[in-house]
């Protein structure tokens, strides 16, 4: 458990954020993630997979350290409406395309060479890679 509490820390610090608001991004009380962060309790299932899936985590980078984490990361609006425009099956489709190491190096070239949010840069990308897959 305490390689699972610094991979939450590397993350924090990766991401620029302090206990709080990774407590307010993951929808937990702030005690909770301090004690999480200290390996003072285990990380459940369900918070791991939550986890993951607000930050495009590669899927078993948080609970056994597998892979790399991404130089870049996104944090993804669980809040936001999903749209009756785009399938469960394309919203997967984008989550396996974000986690893709050479969209995501493509990306941060991208974003570097373009000026634009390193998000900005990977949505681009993956709408680009989609329009792809249609056309073939």
Not at 34 to 61: G, H, M
């Amino acid at each position: 458990m305490p390689a699972i509490a610094a991979r939450l820390k590397l993350l924090r610090r990766k991401l620029k954020r302090n206990q709080s608001e990774m407590a307010e991004l993951l929808g937990i009380s702030f005690s909770l993630y301090s004690k999480l962060e200290t390996a003072r309790v285990p990380l459940s299932d369900n918070l791991a997979e939550r986890i993951q899936a607000r930050f495009a985590l590669p899927e078993n980078w948080l609970r056994s350290g597998e892979g790399e984490l991404p130089e870049s990361l996104l944090v993804i609006d669980n809040k936001a409406k999903p749209s009756k425009l785009i399938s469960a099956e394309q919203v997967e489709s984008v989550l396996e395309l974000a986690q893709n190491p050479e969209y995501r190096q493509l990306a941060k070239e991208t974003a570097e060479t373009l000026q634009v949010s390193f998000a900005r840069a990977l949505a681009i990308i993956i709408e680009g890679k989609l329009k792809q897959e249609q056309t073939t």
